[in-house]
């Protein structure tokens, strides 16, 4: 079992039926995801853009707006508490997801490793799922960015739908232009992005710490008035506790695009590189960006603050953001303005790479022969431009948000794109659990891995059972009877919370019924097909790079380690 061939992993596909969508055997390897011309794409993605594209793909208004609605909602030490958790829930999510990538790069990322490793259908409903998440979050984020203008130019004066159709067409040139300039144009907009984050840290521990114009030394003050946790539904213990996994779901959906990641992995340059330094460091940017900027924040803002909860109606401007309320406190007067084009930097590069993602997805399910097969052309740039039509289409439905209800909306989605989210990362760790079997029943050590998972299988088997529950309970106010509002059943939030379930669920077991596929056995599953041609690949590299100097300097590593 050490080397199946590739004819007969082709013949096992064709066994599950998914013959009928596939891409021709001349065109495109459906084992490996490595295409002849015409259906190739160009790795383009440096280590420096990986790293960066990794890191400032999570940064962004879940964590700069977001976070401000799970301090009113929670107080300080439960959104720290929640986003260390989760956050450590993230990195065993990516952990196991690169330690797939390094074994078998594959241009259809980790749908193409959940039909190998696991299930044809897991593949289908996983690269399905994501693909309807992000055209719902491509529109929303351009959407967003036209309500963050609105702080400057009402709609009264200018119509929202104007700048929609502008950054519209702006992220679909960036997209066609290759993965070169993607490449080049998201390591920019990452580098703003954690600039802009450093600076705010920075500032809020220096606001802590008195340094502000009102020279107020806060420390934990507010921790310890009105207090660190805010009783949620009940009291006591039991609602600090229900407060704390209430503000799960907000950290939950600022993590969500971490995993982009994975979807480079078949434009990357020497992926079984570039992709366990990026991994490896999401632990250390975790506990910067995330943790660490949050329990600033707790300390200048009290979670009773009016300021706070004024913040929170507004949803998408700058005026929303917990950091802009604790600058404003302080008595600095000029920022949120300037925090605002910062804000709309962040939406523009997440729209940009959501539209990536969208592209890369249904590409790599036309890849796997789950898609119409034109999907898998791409032009001279190698980029998949059938793909990248298609998912661009679905970019008109931000011209439905353009109603003064364009808020709600935004919320709503939101609530639905981050059952998605935890779906893709139950996928994942599900794919590395049968890889992992897969790999013991052949007798395939850890030592031959490039990259191990750093919990290996039982870290993915804790993740996998906490992102379940979450998934499960993450609308749990819904079902809880109370003298207050709580009791009132918000169908259209339950609706928006839930739909993702019998969605992916529909998926899977349609699929399944239809393909009649079985689940991959660990000593049948292709752990081998098209491996040969990535060490050499590898190795090609390598000697073509042996002069290559890492940074010598203090100062140079410091910037290799942040970028």
Not at 359 to 380: H, K, M
Request: hydrophobic share 50%.
């Amino acid at each position: 079992m050490d080397n199946i061939s590739h004819a007969n992993g082709s013949k096992g596909l064709e066994e599950q039926g998914l013959q009928d969508f596939s891409v021709p055997s001349e065109k495109v390897d459906l084992d490996v995801g490595q295409m002849s011309e015409g259906t190739m794409l160009h790795k383009g993605l440096h280590a420096r853009q990986i790293t960066m594209i990794a890191m400032g793909g999570a940064i962004g208004t879940g964590l700069i707006i977001g976070t401000g609605q799970g301090l009113a909602t929670a107080g300080p030490a439960s959104i720290t508490l929640s986003y260390a958790i989760v956050g450590f829930v993230v990195y065993l999510v990516m952990g196991a997801l690169g330690e797939m990538a390094t074994w078998i790069p594959m241009a259809s990322g980790f749908t193409g490793y959940a039909t190998r490793f696991c299930d044809p259908s897991l593949g289908f409903a996983l690269g399905w799922s994501y693909w309807l998440k992000y055209i719902v979050v491509t529109p929303n984020q351009l959407t967003a960015a036209a309500l963050v203008i609105q702080y400057w130019v009402p709609r009264e004066q200018v119509n929202p739908g104007a700048f929609i159709a502008i950054f519209m067409v702006a992220i679909i040139i960036g997209n066609y232009l290759g993965i070169e300039f993607f490449g080049a144009l998201e390591f920019v907009l990452s580098s703003v992005k954690v600039v802009v984050m450093i600076g705010i840290i920075i500032l809020c521990l220096v606001l802590a710490l008195g340094g502000g114009p009102d020279h107020d030394r806060k420390g934990f003050r507010y921790w310890k008035n009105p207090g660190a946790f805010k009783p949620y539904m009940a009291e006591g213990d039991i609602g600090k506790f229900l407060a704390v996994w209430a503000s799960m779901v907000t950290a939950t959906f600022a993590y969500l695009g971490t995993e982009l990641v994975g979807i480079t992995v078949g434009e990357a340059v020497n992926p079984r590189k570039t992709i366990p330094r990026a991994i490896r460091l999401t632990f250390w940017r975790i506990i910067f960006f995330y943790v660490l900027s949050v329990f600033l924040v707790g300390l200048n803002v009290p979670y009773n603050s009016p300021d706070l909860l004024f913040a929170n109606k507004k949803k998408t401007s700058a005026s929303a953001s917990p950091f802009v309320v604790a600058i404003s406190s302080a008595g600095i007067r000029i920022l949120p303005s300037i925090f605002n084009g910062c804000i709309l930097i962040f939406i523009l590069s997440a729209a940009n790479s959501d539209l990536y993602i969208c592209s890369r997805t249904i590409y790599s399910l036309a890849v796997e022969g789950q898609a119409p097969r034109f999907l898998a052309r791409t032009n001279a740039r190698g980029v998949p431009f059938f793909a990248l039509g298609v998912s661009s289409i679905f970019t008109l439905l931000a011209f439905m948000n353009v109603s003064s209800g364009s808020e709600t909306i935004f919320s709503y989605l939101a609530s639905f794109v981050t059952m998605f989210g935890l779906l893709v990362w139950i996928s994942i760790l599900a794919s590395h659990i049968f890889f992992v079997r897969a790999r013991r029943a052949q007798g395939v050590l850890d030592s031959a891995l490039a990259y191990t998972a750093p919990l290996g299988i039982q870290g993915s088997y804790f993740a996998l059972a906490f992102c379940v529950i979450v998934a499960l309970t993450k609308n749990f106010s819904a079902f809880i009877p109370n003298n207050q509002s709580y009791g009132n059943f918000d169908y259209k939030s339950f609706i928006t919370g839930y739909l993702g379930i019998p969605i992916y669920l529909g998926l899977y077991f349609g699929h399944k019924v239809i393909r009649k596929t079985r689940v991959v056995h660990p000593k049948s599953c292709d752990l081998y097909s098209g491996k040969d041609r990535i060490d050499q690949e590898e190795a090609e590299y390598m000697v073509a790079n042996m002069s290559s100097n890492r940074p010598k300097t203090l100062f140079g590593r410091l910037i290799a380690i942040l970028f």
